[in-house]
């Protein structure tokens, strides 16, 4: 895996654990919850995944296209 690859897939994860705890708050409201954060937290966290996974799918357009010139 490419580092830009590698980034990205990081970038995911982490915005896949904001978007669990959101969406778990939104679910399971408490005192200390705020409901327009949580939905704007997890809304930013849906753009990250989506975001994160068009950078891996360019590295490896990129790299597709590296093997081609190469080839």
């Known amino acids: 895996m490419s580092s830009i690859s590698s980034i990205a897939f990081s ?3 982490a915005a896949t654990a904001q978007f669990q705890s959101s969406a778990n708050n939104i679910a399971n409201p408490n005192s200390g919850s705020n409901l ?35 080839a």
């Open 11 to 13: 970038g995911i994860q």
């Open 36 to 70: 327009v954060n949580d939905v704007v937290n997890a809304t930013t966290a849906q753009t990250g995944v989506e975001l994160g996974l068009k950078m891996i799918k360019a590295d490896y357009e990129m790299s597709q296209q590296l093997v081609d010139i190469l």
